[in-house]
């Protein structure tokens, strides 16, 4: 079964500083699809990036960007230019089209003034 | 666009009453999805619908637990004889026509049950 796991429980970063999140996945499939997701507190999940497994460029959102390391199944989400809105739970997920969709634990990211 | 909604977002329940969660999807969105959140844990798939067919169920849900989804529109989510262990987040999510596309999820129903 597809496992995804995110190491990290809680991180921190200072306002306008960059922080990296990492992920990685267990699979047997080639074709697949990587997502970071962010809930805010009390609020619902957003989507922030999308990775295609077949693309080897890695996907940028504004000051998202992924770093996208297949043969090693790791997939961290770099955040730049922190900003107080960013904080909340960071969700990475996996999915195939054969699968649900599977989540890691999440990370806490707190954003620092 | 007017996103996915759910409805109610909090209920508070006692043990052993009948609760029901309903579930609009984002308007062309064919499939949907039911997913449980617990606290400090990420989502755990529930179950989902292509149109008004349920294709795939978790293993998680007993069988205290069933959805609807009757004209391929809105979904409901009934949890029969609650229990403490089913206090949780009810999300809802819909995507396109492919079975790839982005899922993009609702606010949420939180469940307490006393």
């Known amino acids: 079964a597809q496992t995804v796991t995110q190491s990290q429980p809680e991180m921190s970063v200072q306002e306008a500083e960059t922080v990296t999140l990492s992920c990685t996945y267990d699979?047997?499939?080639?074709?697949?699809?990587l997502f970071w997701y962010k809930q805010p507190p009390s609020r619902q999940m957003i989507l922030v990036i999308r990775q295609e497994a077949y693309k080897q460029q890695n996907a940028t959102e504004n000051r998202f960007s992924v770093n996208f390391q297949k043969a090693a199944k790791s997939f961290s989400l770099k955040i730049s230019d922190s900003q107080l809105g960013d904080a909340a739970m960071y969700f990475c997920?996996?999915?195939?089209?054969?699968?649900?969709?599977?989540f890691g634990k999440g990370t806490r990211l707190s954003v620092i003034a | 666009d007017t996103g996915v909604s759910q409805d109610p977002r909090h209920k508070i329940t006692k043990r052993g009453q009948n609760v029901t969660f309903r579930c609009d999807p984002i308007?062309?969105?064919?499939?949907l999805y039911w997913y449980r959140q617990t606290l400090g844990q990420g989502p755990e798939f529930l179950t989902y619908?292509?149109?008004?067919?349920?294709?795939?169920k978790s293993r998680l849900l007993s069988d205290r637990f069933s959805a609807e989804r009757p004209k391929g529109s809105f979904s409901t989510l009934e949890i029969q004889r609650t229990e403490q262990g089913d206090s949780a987040m009810y999300l809802c999510a819909s995507s396109g026509q492919i079975s790839t596309d982005t899922q993009y999820f609702g606010p949420g129903t939180r469940l307490t049950v006393l």
């Open positions: 997920a996996y999915y195939s089209g054969n699968t649900p969709l599977v």
């Open positions: 308007s062309e969105h064919n499939r």
């Open positions: 619908f292509q149109n008004e067919a349920q294709l795939e």
């Open positions: 699979t047997s499939e080639s074709d697949y699809y």
